[in-house]
């Protein structure tokens, strides 16, 4: 019973002290942030552009938008891929993770303000 408890308890302990894969937690955010991205793109963006052109124009420029990030999400994300499996366990990588959640992040709610602001900086000088 003893060696059990004792198992159970070193188990419980390596449970909490496992290091995450960095490889995986960005990976993680850029999926939930390109999610967030399109969202915010679909609903504050295109209320912008739609008022500057009743046409498919709108619409064709959502899926530019969308597409665009796609490929600088991609480099963000490379050098993690690049990662072997022991790297992507080291806590040396907090600080880049910190930085590059914080790019994602930034990107993904502040982009489609920032478009938003400019579709209606140019209709205000158009109209």
Same mark, same amino acid.
């Given at each position: 019973?003893?060696?059990? /408890?004792?198992?159970? *308890?070193? *188990? ?7 290091? #995450? *894969? ?8 850029? =999926?939930? +942030?390109?999610? !967030? ?5 679909? @609903?504050? !963006?295109? #209320?912008?552009? #739609? ?6 124009? &709108?619409? $064709? =420029?959502?899926?530019? $938008? /969308? +597409? =665009?990030?796609? &490929? ?8 993690? *891929? ?8 080291? &806590? ?20 489609? @303000?920032? $478009? ?9 000088? +158009? +109209?």
């Amino acid at each position: 019973m003893a060696r059990s /408890v004792s198992r159970h *308890d070193a *188990d419980h302990d390596n449970a909490h002290h496992v290091a #995450k *894969d960095w490889r995986r937690r960005i990976s993680d955010n850029l =999926a939930y +942030g390109l999610l !967030t991205y399109t969202g915010l793109q679909i @609903f504050v !963006t295109m #209320k912008q552009l #739609k008022e500057v052109s009743n046409s498919m124009l &709108p619409y $064709l =420029a959502l899926v530019v $938008l /969308v +597409g =665009a990030i796609i &490929p600088a999400a991609r480099m963000l994300e490379r050098h993690w *891929d690049r990662l072997d499996d022991v790297e992507a366990l080291d &806590p040396v990588h907090a600080c880049r993770f910190r930085r590059d959640r914080m790019i994602i992040w930034l990107s993904a709610i502040g982009l489609p @303000f920032l $478009l938003a602001g400019l579709a209606r900086g140019f209709a205000m000088m +158009g +109209g």
